[in-house]
């Protein structure tokens, strides 16, 4: 049976669809009613969708994500960056909304991304906590630099304020992803299981859970992969250059690196690991890097084994 494949380029305004092998293509507003007609239209087809590839674009994207999961369409969120190399490598430069969906769903046919279905409403809610979050800490960075720097009283002042008013979000936030997570039994018993690693407290236990939902269900590699921590191999005929990490989902690098620090202190089989790795003549970054990836891989082995780290018998 033929199937379909949909390329959506999502906008604060609109939905741009792409229909594969039929090679249709319509426009929606990106409103309720926009997203009703598109789903219509969809049904329409005659054919059943094999997937809906689609950019994530923060708030943009939400709406009409839910609305399709919700309907029973099968979603493939593809990053930005595979999809303008995609359009690159194919020849087709050109960036409008109308080509950006022809090209996802094209995207779709030659790749076939993986479907991935949405996170919960209550994961969600955490994502943003999350972002604002982040976005906290930036200012508080900022705001403590500027510090230094300022002469005039009521500058310094202000400056204060800023940063008493930052801390007091970060507390208030903190304490809203703290409450979402214990009111929900599955995330709480993840968080149990992440915190009983050496070296792996609250903060950084709800951020794994944040930003890498899939940590237990994933391989090692692809855990590794996919918070950028792997290390890409460079090789061409008889040289072979130094493996490096790239890409990957940055934030989950940041709040790993301390808790490796702590590990190779207090973690009896990673504090062996890094100082195996510095007496084998590895720089001491490389070590840590190796350790925050190994940390993660023992968070996605537990969390696959449902069990809480133990210390091994002597």
């Given amino acids: 049976?033929?199937?379909?494949?949909?390329?959506?380029?999502?906008?604060?305004?609109?939905?741009?669809?792409h229909?594969?092998?039929?090679?249709?293509?319509?426009?929606?507003?990106?409103?309720?009613?926009?997203?009703?007609?598109?789903?219509?239209?969809?049904?329409?087809?005659?054919?059943?969708?094999?997937?809906?590839?689609y950019e994530p674009t923060g708030a943009y994207h939400a709406g009409i994500a839910r609305a399709l999961e919700?309907?029973?369409?099968?979603?493939?969120?593809?990053n930005p960056r595979q999809a303008r190399r995609f359009a690159e490598a194919c020849g087709r430069p050109a960036k409008t909304d109308r080509?950006?969906?022809?090209?996802?769903?094209?995207?779709?046919?030659?790749?076939?991304?993986?479907?991935?279905?949405?996170?919960?409403?209550?994961?969600?809610?955490?994502?943003?906590?999350?972002?604002?979050?982040?976005a906290l800490i930036r200012d508080r960075t900022a705001a403590g630099n500027r510090q230094a720097g300022l002469a005039l009283p009521m500058l310094k002042r202000h400056n204060a304020q800023r940063l008493r008013q930052i801390e007091a979000q970060l507390a208030d936030i903190e304490t809203a992803i703290a409450a979402l997570i214990a009111g929900e039994p599955e995330l709480a018993r993840r968080l149990a299981i992440?915190?009983?690693?050496?070296?792996?407290?609250?903060?950084?236990?709800?951020?794994?859970?944040?930003?890498?939902?899939?940590?237990?269900?994933?391989?090692?590699?692809?855990?590794?992969?996919?918070?950028?921590?792997?290390?890409?191999?460079?090789q061409s005929g008889t040289w072979t250059g130094h493996a490096f990490i790239r890409g990957g989902r940055a934030v989950l690098r940041r709040a790993l690196y301390m808790p490796a620090l702590v590990a190779t202190r207090f973690n009896p089989d990673l504090k062996a690991k890094y100082h195996q790795l510095i007496a084998a003549g590895k720089p001491a970054k490389l070590a840590i890097i190796a350790i925050m990836r190994k940390l993660l891989i023992l968070a996605n082995t537990l969390l696959k084994q449902q069990r809480q780290w133990a210390a091994k018998a002597a």
């Fill in 1 to 17: 049976m033929t199937v379909s494949t949909i390329g959506i380029d999502i906008s604060k305004a609109w939905l741009d669809a």
């Fill in 19 to 53: 229909a594969l092998p039929a090679g249709l293509a319509r426009r929606f507003a990106n409103d309720p009613a926009g997203q009703k007609a598109l789903i219509r239209w969809l049904e329409k087809l005659g054919q059943p969708v094999a997937r809906i590839v």
């Fill in 70 to 78: 919700e309907a029973g369409f099968p979603l493939a969120p593809v």
């Fill in 99 to 134: 080509a950006d969906a022809a090209m996802l769903a094209r995207l779709g046919v030659a790749l076939e991304p993986p479907l991935r279905p949405l996170p919960s409403q209550t994961v969600s809610a955490l994502k943003q906590l999350s972002l604002a979050r982040q």
């Fill in 194 to 234: 992440l915190t009983s690693i050496p070296g792996i407290a609250e903060t950084t236990a709800s951020i794994l859970l944040i930003e890498m939902p899939e940590l237990g269900t994933l391989e090692a590699k692809q855990a590794a992969s996919l918070a950028g921590l792997a290390p890409i191999t460079r």
